[in-house]
């Protein structure tokens, strides 16, 4: 019996190795599509060292010579990143054919391109974890529709994408289980590390809970507020007058795991707008992967996979905040609880592995259904 014939698949992500999406639901998935007899190809948006300087640049408004210097670089890089993706969309549409399908992770080209795309290779796969049709609402309706089969990576993009494409798909944004380490103490420690992972743009978020983290500080000395991927926008945290703050600038993506391992709570504040209803769950299921407890925004994606005082808090206000912090930093038997049936949770729905599956037999169908 002949095996199946190799499928060619062209993956076109936002940013190789530096964009969290691009990492979780395009790289993590890798050794699964070469199980499924896929040959995948990688082509970036935006050149990954540019793209790391323009997001990453020194670039905080000072009037310093130097900071003008920089200011002018950051916005001269920005003006460089465009011109380039049109170059890697150009390539795009030229090497293409060689591939039984292409999947676009995230990026909403122009109408008229994806007009373009859809001549040259009939078989497109939309993946999409932001809600991006708030941004460029045409070019996103025109992609969706374009598209054999659209993976939608929250409820509220399902539900936005479904009503212009039928065959859209669910598929959340997992964690790669097997790389994190689970959590096997839960006792008082000498300090409490509540920890913040995230990134410059969801940075501002922790205003919304300045008052409970200072509050929860003013009752529990011992506590320490670590924030992760501030990277040097310090100029953006809000001004905490109680509790003991902890700045990591940047970690490498691999050493995420790491360094949620060593938290005790972990928190997710979120603004409540149509952007962060369609944010995926994120670094939700990262606390969740590492038997970490967390309290989080009652908003948006949290709500599905995060059960109230069952696999960790839901909180909505100020005082929910305050009261569910300061529940984990006092009483360590439910920090346990709350982490050991998080980490059930996503063992059983929101593991890279499991997720694969869904997401492999969308790309069999596409391949399939197009007679390639």
């Avoid at 050794?31 to 670039?59: C, E, K």
């Avoid at 497109?124 to 990576?153: E, M, N, T």
């Amino acid at each position: 019996m002949k095996p199946d014939p190799l499928k060619k698949i062209m993956l076109f992500v936002h940013c190789l190795d530096e964009s969290p999406s691009t990492n979780r639901r395009v790289l993590d998935y890798h050794n699964y599509m070469i199980a499924a007899n896929m040959q995948p190809t990688y082509l970036s948006y935006t050149p990954p060292r540019l793209y790391h300087y323009w997001f990453n640049g020194d670039f905080n408004g000072g009037m310093s010579p130097l900071q003008i210097i920089r200011t002018v670089l950051h916005y001269g890089s920005g003006f460089l990143v465009i011109i380039l993706r049109w170059f890697s969309l150009i390539r795009l549409l030229f090497i293409v054919p060689k591939f039984q399908a292409i999947f676009i992770q995230w990026i909403t080209p122009p109408p008229f391109y994806t007009y373009l795309l859809k001549l040259r290779k009939s078989n497109i796969i939309f993946d999409f974890d932001d809600a991006v049709f708030l941004r460029k609402p045409k070019s996103a309706i025109a992609l969706i529709k374009a598209s054999s089969i659209v993976f939608a990576g929250s409820h509220y993009n399902f539900d936005y994408a479904i009503k212009y494409n039928q065959n859209t798909e669910f598929l959340p944004t997992p964690v790669p289980l097997d790389r994190f380490i689970k959590k096997n103490q839960y006792d008082q420690k000498h300090k409490i590390i509540i920890g913040w992972i995230g990134s410059v743009s969801t940075l501002p978020n922790l205003n919304i809970i300045v008052d409970a983290l200072d509050n929860v500080a003013k009752r529990c000395p011992d506590i320490v507020l670590r924030i992760i991927g501030s990277r040097n926008r310090e100029d953006l945290l809000p001004d905490f007058n109680e509790i003991n703050v902890e700045i990591i600038p940047q970690i490498p993506y691999e050493k995420v795991p790491d360094y949620i391992a060593e938290m005790d709570i972990g928190i997710m504040p979120l603004k409540d707008n149509e952007w962060e209803r369609g944010k995926c769950l994120g670094k939700t299921l990262e606390y969740m992967a590492a038997g970490v407890p967390s309290v989080i925004s009652k908003v948006g994606e949290n709500i599905y996979a995060v059960e109230d005082n069952v696999n960790g808090f839901l909180a909505a206000n100020q005082d929910e905040w305050t009261e569910k912090l300061y529940i984990l930093t006092k009483d360590s038997e439910v920090r346990r609880r709350l982490g050991i049936a998080g980490l059930e949770k996503v063992e059983k729905e929101y593991s890279t592995k499991v997720c694969s599956k869904l997401l492999i037999e969308g790309l069999e169908k596409t391949c399939i259904s197009n007679n390639v």
